[in-house]
């Protein structure tokens, strides 16, 4: 609180600084909006029961994930107008505020989703529960561990990972009914390998020889044995800047005056939030000086990416996607499951219903032309995210790592490097991954899809389901 007082006396002598502390009070309530309110009026009717619980679960995710976007968003502008009035001390204040709300709103989100999910008849998941109370354990014991004089993950604000982990056990508390399927935690593996590719398995285990034909068409050939294995990816290093659960997938970063002043659309966003134009009197570059870390949030440019090459036709926007929308970035996808007496799905064990909802906040820019485009297009996050549609599973970028899926996630975390170190010996019985691996092992298997292929491959017509033009599906990869 010390620091506010200091802003309110920095900066409460011009009208810049009366305008910064007038859009903070609505920002911070907005904020405390957030973190407790929590009343919800989601209903999607006509499905069954599993399906409705994931669905509201996704659009009340995703909604406060747009939410959480807007508050970054607004945080940025009013970090902008600091830098303009000279006030280090508030660019500071609201810089480390548009970090907390990225951290705070999703876990928020993940919170409310778990009563629309159980509004919709989706009961507490004991495994989930404890999943995410393991978590909120290994934010605090090994997040904040010491590695070399240097934290093992550097924290995105002083006290961040013991806040951060009371969030996680407070969801926990309530019990956990629908798991944040695309969670991204930041101690998964960072990159792409076969082995943590789901499509991988269920090929080996459905002898499904076009999946290798099309997903990788050397590898029957080339494999020689468990240690031929690459090495699995590293953790990602870049600094956490939103939440594991619903990330918002950000960066931060620092921008001078000058590149302030030449960044195209930001006058335009001013004026569209009726805030004064930070431009019109120059903006020396000098300024550069006293923009303090952790600087602004940005979309991070390897999730936000264009998404309309990897789009299911079945997206529910008639024709071509506007290109306005044609990003990929946050989205929420809620795994709920249900157990059923004599009902079974092909994904789940007997006895398990299993169904996870896919939601997404969009919103557009004004362009020059009066048309739209997508937020992307100013590289800071701006106050415009507007709407929650529901989009395919398919469409939502997962986490090699696997989340929610609880027994392929402990297979990539705890059979996978012992495999890796020790070969089959290590496979673990009862793990139907590990069961594929040991029937890939041998070399009557790999030969017999080597000869089917060398004579059938002509049959493979169809890329795996799911894939766009470049083939294959983000899904699990
Ligand atoms: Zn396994």
Redesign the pocket.
Known sequence: MERNDRTICATGRDRGGQVILFVLAAVLALLAAILWLADLHVAVLGKDKTQNAGDAAALEAARWQGASLNVVGELNLLHVLALAAGDADAAETISEAAVRASFAGPVAGAAAAQQAAKLNGAPANDDFTEFVRERALVVRRGYGRQLGGEDAMPEPWPGAWGEYSSMLDALADEGVAAGPDNAAFFDDPSGSHILLNQGFYAAVLGRSWCWFHWAAPTLLDDYAGWSWWPPLPPEDDEPPASSEFLSLHLRTAEFSGGDLAVMPGLPEAFAAEGLPDPFSEGFPDEIAATNPAPGFLLYRPSRWGAWETMRDPSFPIEGKLKPEYDYAGADAAMRVENPVRRLTAPEADAGTLVWTGAAKPFGSLEDEGGGAEPPTAVPLVLPVFEQVRLVPLDAVAMQSGGAFDL?WR???R???PK?LERGTGA??AG?????A?ERWEAPSFRLAGSRWLATNSWKCTVSPPGGGPGGGSRHAH
Do not use: K
């Open positions: 027994a402990r297979h990539c705890e059979h996978l495999y496979l673990v793990c139907r991954y590990c069961r691996l």
